[in-house]
């Protein structure tokens, strides 16, 4: 059974920087494409990220403005994403997802 495991959420104030990390257990990351998804306090889910699996291109949403960026290592099967900038509006719980695979998801809380 595929699994996720997302780490580096936490409180940080307006303005500050976290980076997340994904790990997997029986899955190669380099072999999907990997996206970061976010959801709300009380709202529905949110595509955040996604990294290409071919060329490793990236897009994001737009809300995210240049404050993202997702990679993948794929020496430790792992993809991250870089978050600057962050905004109270940031607040969410993070997943990672790999096709209809998804961590348990760690929490971002922008907050001065």
């Known amino acids: 059974e595929v699994q996720l495991v997302e780490s580096g959420g936490g409180l940080v104030q307006p303005g500050g920087s976290l980076r997340l990390s994904c790990a997997a257990s029986d899955l190669t990351f380099a072999s999907y494409n990997n996206a970061w998804v976010r959801q709300a306090p009380g709202k529905g889910l949110e595509w955040v990220s996604e990294i290409n699996r071919d060329d490793g291109s990236t897009t994001y949403a737009g809300s995210w403005n240049g404050r993202a960026s997702i990679s993948r290592d794929n020496a430790k099967n792992t993809v991250y994403l870089q978050m600057n900038n962050l905004k109270p509006e940031d607040t969410a719980v993070y997943f990672c997802?790999?096709?209809?695979?998804w961590g348990q998801g760690t929490q971002v809380t922008v907050s001065s």
């Open positions: 997802n790999v096709r209809d695979a």
